[in-house]
């Protein structure tokens, strides 16, 4: 396979294509989007843009040991298409599910695998971007013109995952390997592996690989909380018992655990120490009185400042009862030939570590922007509700929820990017853009997130490459979707923060 990263992103000779909207990505965000797209504006013409050979995105690119959600489907899940299994589902499982949505509704025809985005140009004179993509299998440059661009490349580079500079790496005699990109001949049957990270992933791969090697020790400088739950919803199997309609369930399981879930997270804002005593106490059960929940299941911080992840029946605990795997709490000094010396002193021996250490944050696909020959940077911007920036027309980018499940988001940015095209061929408009409102021009600019409120590495990382959020809910990726539900399908295409060409 050519190496198309060193390949010039300039256009060949062949024809321009065009439509009147491109979507970035076949995740779970891009496979939504073409779905409501079609629903919603029948006639519109479209293509989706991915660089990988299948649709799935997160979970096609994850292939570790275990792989799985770490929110239950039933909200992950489209709102469209009922989920019909155990809420926690394997990478395998969503993947079906997305390929069913592709074939119930046909959207195959409109999927270009191995095109990988390079750039989009913005043309005010045209009114078009102009999108260029490699293909990745043959190394050729194809270029596409759109009216519109959905991005729904997600917040993270797809092809490498974050692995921090340790002292010594290199003179590690095992393996060392990143979650994200886990190799397929990856033997560690019986032997020693040491699990860098704190996460759901490495909550993950810790109880999937148990079994099956020496010992595994999970090492972690500081803890996270967990939610040890049965993997099973007694609504929706009670509801099934009753022989009540599929799309039903759906819709009626969804409602609960989102009610559920608006009541724990404003619980752990207004009784956090409460909060906090329960989820240890789950913990705690699992792992018996003995054992030393302060040092490796008490976070510092106080719960849903990082998301929370469910650790379906215990297993990672169970792992852990049983002796099969192991929590240090410790610092990383330097790596060794034989393993990893921490801060303490002590060394853990191990013949492959697992750096389950986070994502690259990736804004915009990694694709170079310009808007009318310069340069985009995203972090000048100011974004409208998470999902527009000023300065960039025709675009809108979809980044979900961090705790609720991302879907619930994709789906109302898609109901919203639907309503906003036709509201565009009604006026006649080929350019919409957001701008701020005199009575907008004062308020401050801050951060793209703040750090009290949520705080994960790959976001603390990143910080300075997002756009800038004001200090009014407009104008901010609120992260509510208890509110933007309602507020969405309500917002005023012409109340002035929209401007149309
Ligand atoms: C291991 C793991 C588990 C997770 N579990 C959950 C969970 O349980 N619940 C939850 O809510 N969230 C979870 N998340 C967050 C998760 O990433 C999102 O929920 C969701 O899958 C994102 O979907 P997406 O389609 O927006 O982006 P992605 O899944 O990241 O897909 C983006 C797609 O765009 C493509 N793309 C990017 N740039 C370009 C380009 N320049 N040209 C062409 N194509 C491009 C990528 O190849 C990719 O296929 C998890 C994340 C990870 C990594």
Redesign the pocket.
């Known amino acids: 396979m050519p190496d198309t990263t060193t390949l010039p992103a300039k256009a060949d000779a062949q024809k321009t294509e065009h439509f009147d909207v491109l979507i970035?990505?076949?995740?779970?965000?891009?496979?939504?989007g073409a779905y409501h797209l079609a629903k919603q504006c029948p006639g519109t013409s479209f293509v989706v843009?991915?660089?990988?050979e299948s649709?799935?995105?997160?979970?096609?690119?994850?292939r570790?040991p275990g792989?799985?959600?770490?929110?239950?489907?039933y909200?992950?899940g489209y709102r469209f298409k009922p989920w019909t299994s155990a809420p926690?589902?394997t990478?395998a499982e969503?993947l079906a599910y997305m390929g069913e949505v592709i074939d119930e509704n046909d959207l195959g025809q409109h999927i270009r695998y191995r095109?990988?985005?390079?750039s989009a140009r913005w043309s005010s004179r045209d009114n078009l971007w102009t999108i260029d993509?490699v293909r990745t299998d043959t190394g050729e440059t194809r270029r596409f013109t759109a009216g519109f661009l959905w991005m729904?490349?997600?917040?993270?580079?797809?092809s490498e995952g974050y692995t921090p500079e340790w002292q010594g790496m290199e003179t590690f005699k095992g393996r060392i390997v990143h979650?994200?990109s886990w190799p397929k001949d990856l033997d560690y049957a019986g032997k020693q592996v040491l699990v860098i990270g704190s996460g759901?992933?490495a909550a993950?791969v810790v109880p999937a690989i148990a079994n099956d090697c020496g010992h595994v020790t999970l090492l972690q400088r500081s803890p996270t909380y967990f939610i040890p739950a049965r993997n099973a919803n007694d609504l929706a199997d009670t509801l099934r018992q009753l022989q009540i309609d599929e799309s039903w369930i759906h819709e009626i399981v969804r409602r609960k655990i989102l009610h559920d879930q608006a009541v724990f997270t404003r619980r752990s804002f207004e009784e956090p120490e409460a909060v906090r005593k329960e989820l240890l106490g789950g913990v705690r059960a699992y792992l018996g009185p003995d054992y030393d929940i302060d040092t490796h299941f008490t976070p510092s911080y106080r719960p849903w400042r990082q998301?929370i992840?469910?650790v379906p029946d215990g297993d990672l605990f169970r792992g852990i009862r049983a002796g099969k795997a192991s929590v240090v709490t410790d610092e990383i000094d330097r790596f060794v030939e034989t393993g990893i010396l921490l801060k303490s002193g002590k060394t853990l021996e191990a013949d492959i570590i697992v750096t389950a250490t986070g994502?690259n944050l990736?804004v915009?696909?990694?694709?170079d922007f310009a808007v009318d020959g310069k340069p985009l940077d995203l972090s000048e911007t100011v974004t409208y509700r998470g999902m527009m920036f000023t300065g960039v027309p025709n675009m809108v980018w979809?980044?979900?929820?961090?705790r609720?499940?991302?879907?619930?988001r994709?789906d109302l940015v898609a109901d919203f990017v639907c309503r906003l095209l036709r509201h565009m061929k009604d006026k006649g408009a080929k350019k919409v853009e957001v701008a701020l409102r005199p009575e907008d021009k004062d308020m401050p600019l801050l951060p793209w997130i703040d750090p009290e409120n949520f705080n994960p590495g790959y976001l603390m990382r990143g910080m300075h490459l997002l756009p800038k959020r004001g200090g009014k809910p407009e104008w901010q990726h609120t992260q509510d979707y208890w509110s933007e539900k309602d507020q969405f399908p309500l917002i005023d295409l012409d109340d002035g923060v929209f401007v149309y060409g």
């Not at 990505?25 to 939504?32: E, R």
């Not at 649709?55 to 994850?62: A, D, K, M, Q, S």
């Open positions: 970035v990505g076949a995740g779970i965000s891009g496979v939504g843009l991915e660089t990988q649709f799935g995105g997160t979970w096609l690119t994850h570790y792989i799985r959600s770490d929110s239950d489907l909200t992950f926690i589902a990478a969503i095109h990988r985005i390079a993509a729904c490349q997600g917040y993270y580079r797809h979650p994200q759901a992933t993950t998301r992840a469910y994502f990736s915009n696909g990694d694709i979809v980044f979900g929820y961090f609720a499940s991302w879907t619930l994709a």
